[in-house]
């Protein structure tokens, strides 16, 4: 289950106006929706700027994450580079047909929504479960890739009686790259 948002998407829409704004915003659903359809996954639903995606694996969710936040933070020449937040997490939930399209309810649905809160753009933010998948650890571990998983631990809001070990992933700091991490 994966859920992102455009981070300062309000901001945007202040500085360049409504009807710019509102140009880039269908772009970056069109770079997402790409993505998440060659990653074999399914765009569920849309809620402003959020999308939720839904993938039959979690590297392949990842990868495909990371390939929309990559594209949407090099646009072409002479526009402003987007940031996505992301949050994943992976197991039961419950599918049902409601309007006519296929939705998602319970509480990985509700804690993937959470992880999208915590993200900074420059990451994604993942559960144990999809931490612990050996194709995400495959990934994240590529020399090809030069991603880190950084642990932490913190109580969900809605999960106040338990405290979750989540896993930041995103680019290796390096000399060229340190000033981009937030």
């Not at 069109?30 to 809620?47: F, M, P, R, S």
């Not at 994604?124 to 950084?150: F, G, H, K, M």
Request: charged content about 25%.
């Amino acid at each position: 289950m994966l859920f992102t948002d455009l981070r300062h998407s309000t901001q945007l829409y202040r500085e360049i106006g409504d009807a710019t704004a509102f140009g880039r915003v269908l772009n970056h659903f069109d770079v997402l929706k790409k993505a998440i359809a060659e990653a074999d996954g399914a765009l569920v639903k849309t809620i402003g700027d959020a999308v939720m995606g839904v993938f039959r694996d979690s590297a392949s969710a990842l990868n495909a994450v990371l390939t929309a936040q990559q594209i949407l933070a090099t646009p072409p020449k002479g526009t402003a580079p987007l940031t996505l937040k992301a949050g994943m997490h992976s197991g039961p939930c419950i599918a049902v047909t409601l309007n006519d399209r296929l939705d998602y309810f319970g509480s990985t649905v509700n804690m993937a929504a959470r992880l999208e809160g915590l993200s900074t753009g420059n990451d994604v933010i993942i559960s144990r479960s999809v931490y612990d998948d050996p194709d995400v650890r495959e990934l994240i571990n590529s020399s090809d890739t030069n991603l880190q998983a950084v642990p932490f631990e913190i109580v969900l809001k809605g999960f106040d009686e338990e405290r979750f070990e989540l896993w930041r992933v995103g680019k290796k700091a390096t000399a060229t790259n340190i000033s981009e991490v937030d």
